[in-house]
């Protein structure tokens, strides 16, 4: 149970992260902060090449947000000489990344699979969403802790016990361009029998992966959402009344986070899920979403079950929220940190000055490594990724490129 600690100084809690990406600000950033608001502990979140020696100086704990690179391994290192409690955390399989993923040339690349083992190993403690993660990676850590990750769409999104019928089902998809694959070879199939035998009945909605088939089934897309705020806003104006969550079996989809259940949970939609880990972690079949096996046809009777059944639809919506808002808060999750890792508000690194901090700005030895990497996996090619890339994040800067419109 969170209490305010007034008789001595709370400990300095620092996490990094390359960037302020999904799973730094919903696994750590928005726990964490909740402890601060408490007054339980000191907290501070930078991105990698913004940290300065004052931070490293000043933490009692240190938490490492998927760190990967050469740069980040360096810190570790110091971190550790200087006595800080050093917290991995990890909601990803990253030492096993398929090749059918879109990161798969980065996290197989041989220095980054050594950097992420070298961090793990200087680290004390383990911190996943995931068991089957812990499972795997627990060896390297002292300790290991397993919490839930907050389903922060319930601070945006207020609960309607009862909501307005429509005549139209409207069933909807959310997720990254690593799941094109697997919708392409799995859902086009189901699809098109329900569009056959439901017609202008339903509609269906992908956001972020487009399968090639939902321009020739002419189906409504909606962008890739470049910030976690445009995802929220986009997602919680969709008002699916199913929410679609495929997944292959596999040992690294297992350990994936149940993203989905979250979502559509807090957004109050009924939710179709393989029967495969994670989901079988949380889902109860017909009573806080429908578990389904991988099979074409088991998902074609599955969803029409849905459709044609609007009192399941209900009573998934409401048991799915409820237990979103019994275990999945922001201050729930918050509890539980701080209870399985009790050096978040225990610990006390030696006093350590910001003379004795040995550390070196990264930007150029990172910049550098970046490059290189580049040029080896890419070789000739690497003027042209480089130029893509460069492309991309222009665009997302521009009004006119934003993905909300068009």
């Not at 969170?2 to 300095?12: L, M, N």
């Not at 931070?55 to 009692?60: G, N, P, S, T, V």
């Not at 859902?187 to 020739?216: C, D, N, W």
């Not at 074409?296 to 919506?317: P, T, V």
Request: aromatic share 12%; net charge positive.
């Amino acid at each position: 149970m969170i209490t305010e600690k007034q008789t001595e100084r709370k400990t300095k809690v620092f996490a990094i992260c390359l960037g302020q990406i999904p799973s730094a600000i919903v696994g750590v950033v928005e726990p964490l902060n909740e402890l601060k608001k408490k007054n339980i502990i000191e907290f501070t979140f930078l991105e990698t090449l913004k940290v300065t020696k004052r931070e490293i100086a000043e933490a009692d704990v240190v938490i490492f947000i998927r760190s990967s690179e050469t740069y980040e391994y360096t810190i570790a290192k110091e971190c550790k000489r200087l006595g800080k409690y050093i917290i991995y955390y990890l909601d990803d399989d990253l030492l096993n990344i398929p090749e059918t993923a879109n990161s798969y040339i980065y996290f197989s690349n041989e220095t980054i699979q050594k950097n992420i083992i070298d961090i793990m190993k200087l680290s004390n403690c383990l911190w996943t969403n995931n068991i089957n993660i812990e499972k795997k990676y627990k060896d390297f850590f002292s300790k290991s802790a397993v919490t839930h990750a907050p389903a922060l769409l319930l601070k945006h999104l207020e609960w309607a016990e009862e909501i307005e019928e429509s005549d139209t089902v409207k069933i909807g998809f959310a997720g990254g361009i690593d799941h094109q694959g697997f919708l392409e070879s799995f859902l086009e199939e189901p699809i098109q029998y329900l569009i056959h035998k439901y017609g202008s009945s339903i509609t269906f909605e992908f956001m972020g992966a487009k399968p090639s088939f939902v321009e020739r089934l002419s189906l409504v897309y909606i962008p890739y959402q470049d910030t976690h705020e445009k995802y929220i806003k986009m997602i919680q104006e969709r008002r699916w009344d199913i929410g679609l969550a495929p997944l292959p079996e596999s040992p690294f989809h297992a350990c994936k986070y149940f993203n989905k259940y979250l979502e559509y949970g807090a957004i109050g939609c009924a939710g179709v899920y393989s029967d495969v880990q994670p989901y079988k972690q949380i889902v109860v079949n017909e009573y806080n979403g429908l578990l389904v096996d991988n099979d074409k046809n088991a998902w074609m009777k599955a969803i029409s079950n849905l459709i044609e059944n609007g009192e399941l639809r209900k009573r998934i919506r409401r048991e799915a929220r409820k237990k979103l808002e019994d275990e999945f808060t922001t201050i729930n999750v918050a509890e539980s940190a701080q209870r399985k890792i009790d050096e978040l508000s225990r610990y006390k690194a030696p006093v350590c000055r910001e003379g004795q901090v040995k550390l070196q700005s990264g930007k150029i030895q990172f910049f550098m490594e970046r490059f290189n990497t580049i040029i080896k996996n890419h070789g000739i090619n690497s003027p042209v990724y480089i130029t893509k890339k460069i492309i991309i994040k222009l665009c997302r800067r521009l009004p006119w490129m934003d993905s909300r419109k068009g």
